[in-house]
């Protein structure tokens, strides 16, 4: 990877964490795949892997998209709350 990307990838990753009260608490490390791993005091790891929105490919929203984007959010939030859970 290029230094250059990787600097504006640890940047946006340190703002992120200012921004987001419910960044995981822990030592994080860069890396390359996964972008970052936040180290826990529990010994557990989590990957996190920066990408962008690409506006440019956006279609219209039928309503098979938004309900599977509401199964998406709940699969997201259900396995937030689990590693929460379990990272204690």
């Not at 990753?13 to 390359?32: M, N, Q, T, V």
């Not at 791993?37 to 690409?54: A, D, F, P």
Request: include cysteine.
């Amino acid at each position: 990877m290029q230094p250059d990307k990787k600097q504006l990838e640890i940047l946006l990753i340190h703002y992120f964490r200012e921004c987001y009260d419910d960044f995981p608490k822990g030592k994080l490390a860069p890396s390359e795949s996964p972008d970052f791993i936040v180290k826990m005091r529990s010994r557990r790891e989590l990957g996190i892997e920066l990408t962008r929105l690409n506006p440019v490919n956006k279609t219209g929203l039928t309503e098979d998209k938004l309900a599977q984007n509401r199964i998406w959010d709940e699969i997201v939030t259900v396995s937030c709350e689990l590693f929460e859970q379990h990272s204690a």
